[in-house]
């Protein structure tokens, strides 16, 4: 049976022919191939299968015209260089390049304060949009920002902890929120601009690794994604130095080529964090006794949260020799003071540990590890344990290991995964 489209479609046919029987007897079956010319009609092809006396077996491939299907990538736009250029390198790559920022929470009155979505940041993502010409879209978090980093904050203060909230925001709110609203559209990936690569390893696993500069490197704060969330992931500039990326955006003419970037927690608005604890849990910032580890009360603090591990000054201690911050005691609201030679420690032990590659190694093993985000890397060994815990040993005692922070591992330029420290 020969099956045609309408008599004005254009295609190519291939018929697989066979000779019918003649007078002498049965012959040999000799199928031949017969391609017909390409742009015929159906009754072109039908008058010539007619003309030929032969009966067909099988016939017929249709060519459409070739559609280019292209992958689309959401980039999470923030008004910044990095993430204009990331949109800008993946749409030069041939993707279909979606932009899409989120409304963030700011304290009531302060609207306009929050860093990463201000009406300048927004209108700058917007100007960035429409010179690459990609679609552009801006998405509601603020209640989910609040619950989820805001309140994150606040609750480690509370517990006597230096709380990193960059780790729950990557975790909560840009690699779970805004990557469901990327699929979504039918995003492929999502992409940001953080500074760091993506390697495929084997048995189909994907590697985090540092960035080229290694002086914006932001690994650390990507610890908490997981081979699900890798797999969906795009960072284009990782290979980049950041005067490339400069370089780039002035190239392609966006706005932001020149704008500054900015360190500081985005909901603080540029401001003091003791300032924000004092407006939102002021309860936390009770007075209570300064102690020396063997217990003595040398002063009193002023809210346990207004002091860092580490810190010398503002301590109101009057001393014969300087003293620093040594911990802080939630529960009976008193910090731990001492000399410097008192300060740091060789260990260390992390809880809600994420592993990348989606297992906990087996043994102990040997890495560079990272206390903060801007810490200098030290070596150690690290030993899980059970409960998503893992101890960590370093060869030279840290001194400003900090509960609340994330201790992060690394072996050479892949990061291994990472917790908080307890």
């Not at 017909?36 to 459409?64: I, K, M």
């Not at 679609?135 to 603020?142: C, I, L």
């Not at 346990?304 to 591990?309: D, E, G, H, P, Q």
């Not at 000054?313 to 910090?335: F, I, R």
Request: proline share 5%; net charge positive; glycine share 8%.
């Amino acid at each position: 049976m020969l099956c045609l489209p309408s008599v004005t479609s254009h295609f190519t046919c291939y018929a697989f022919l066979k000779p019918k029987r003649n007078k002498s007897g049965p012959v040999q079956p000799s199928f031949k191939a017969v391609k017909l010319l390409e742009d015929v009609r159906a009754a072109q092809c039908l008058n010539y299968l007619r003309a030929t006396g032969l009966s067909v077996c099988l016939s017929v491939d249709f060519h459409r015209p070739k559609v280019e299907i292209k992958m689309k990538v959401v980039v999470a736009m923030s008004g910044g260089v990095d993430s204009s250029v990331a949109a800008a390198l993946l749409k030069e790559q041939g993707y279909d390049v979606i932009g899409m920022m989120l409304r963030l929470w700011s304290e009531p009155g302060k609207e306009d304060s929050n860093r990463c979505c201000t009406p300048d940041s927004m209108a700058q993502a917007r100007r960035v949009a429409a010179r690459l010409d990609i679609p552009f879209y801006v998405v509601d978090a603020k209640d989910v920002f609040h619950d989820t980093v805001v309140q994150y904050f606040l609750d480690g203060y509370a517990r006597g902890e230096t709380p990193n909230p960059c780790l729950i925001c990557n975790r909560q709110i840009r690699w779970t929120f805004l990557l469901d609203h990327a699929l979504a559209l039918g995003a492929d990936f999502m992409a940001t601009g953080h500074y760091v690569r993506i390697q495929k390893a084997e048995a189909g696993r994907m590697n985090l690794l540092r960035a080229v500069d290694r002086s914006k490197d932001q690994s650390y704060v990507l610890h908490v994604l997981d081979q699900e969330k890798l797999a969906k992931a795009l960072f284009p500039i990782g290979d980049y130095f950041k005067t490339e990326i400069r370089q780039i955006a002035e190239k392609h003419g966006l706005p932001t080529a020149s704008r500054k970037d900015s360190q500081d927690l985005c909901f603080l608005a540029g401001e003091d964090y003791r300032s924000f604890l004092q407006r939102n849990a002021s309860e936390m910032l009770r007075p209570g006794e300064i102690l020396r580890r063997d217990g003595r009360p040398v002063g009193e603090h002023q809210g346990l949260a207004n002091y860092t591990i580490g810190q010398r000054k503002g301590l109101g201690v009057a001393s014969p020799v300087p003293l620093y911050v040594l911990g802080k005691n939630a529960k009976t609201n008193t910090l731990i003071v001492g000399t410097r030679e008192e300060l740091g420690s060789g260990e260390l032990t992390t809880r809600d540990v994420n592993w990348l590659s989606g297992q906990a190694p087996k043994e102990p093993f040997r890495a560079e590890v990272k206390i903060r985000y801007t810490a200098k890397e030290a070596e150690a060994l690290v030993t899980p344990l059970k409960g998503g815990q893992v101890q960590v040993r370093f060869d030279a005692p840290q001194r400003d290991i900090t509960a609340g922070q994330a201790a992060v591992f690394y072996q050479n330029e892949v990061m291994i995964g990472g917790g908080i420290i307890l």
